[in-house]
């Protein structure tokens, strides 16, 4: 799978790949349990926080990996425990 980074231009709004300078504005958005309802791991609680997801995040796709890879076990154990919960349409399986 290609995980090259690259920016998605439409006429409402732009993707681009996380950086740095984006921390600010996503640990703020990420202070709202709404936003981070279905997240595999907590929110961050400090600034530096969301600074490390980040670094992290980039580090994993510069090697050309998913956070949910092998390498992640915990997140993607949390992620598949939330997926097939009591009350959701994978529940059972």
Known sequence: MDLTPFTLGGTFVTLEPIEERHAPDLFAAMQDEEVCRYLAWPPPVKLDETLTLI??????MARGQSILDDEWPAVKARLQARLSGPGTATSGR
Do not use: I, T
């Not at 670094?55 to 994993?60: L, P, S």
């Open 55 to 60: 670094r992290d995040a980039r580090a994993v």
